[in-house]
């Protein structure tokens, strides 16, 4: 994702998968994503890191059978988390209530796609 040299000790490498839906009642290990971001001490989002390190926090979407989508994770204004993958807002992925999650092994975080909004268990926190 990105040279490790250039992250402050406050990145982690973040995993989701998809938790358990209808069509998927053990949910799904091979669709989800790959996140690099920047954590506080509580596993927060830090907003200020972030800030300066736009382009280090990246997302790799993953789902079966498709290509692998590559983007950033950006911020609106009022403080919307959201994932863009090209410029323009046709395939932005909203994150939901991404500001007050813990980005913590076995939490759960929601992202909506289109119109429809997914679960994802966090399955591996790491440092990169």
Not at 26 to 49: F, I, M
Not at 67 to 89: M, S, T, V
Not at 96 to 119: D, L, V
Request: aromatic share 12%; proline share 5%; hydrophobic share 30%.
């Amino acid at each position: 994702m990105s040279e490790t040299k250039e992250l402050t000790s406050k990145f982690r490498r973040v995993r989701m998968v998809l938790a358990r839906e209808k069509g998927f009642p053990a949910g799904d290990p091979n669709e989800g994503y790959d996140l690099l971001l920047p954590l506080d001490e509580t596993g927060r989002l830090d907003p200020a890191e972030w800030r300066n390190h736009k382009l280090l926090c990246r997302v790799r979407r993953f789902r079966p059978n498709r290509e692998d989508l590559h983007g950033l994770l950006r911020r609106k204004p009022g403080g919307q988390w959201y994932i863009e993958y090209r410029d323009g807002d046709a395939d932005d992925e909203f994150a939901f209530r991404w500001s007050g999650e813990h980005f913590i092994w076995g939490e759960y975080i929601s992202i909506r796609s289109k119109e429809t909004m997914h679960t994802y268990r966090i399955t591996l926190v790491e440092k990169p």
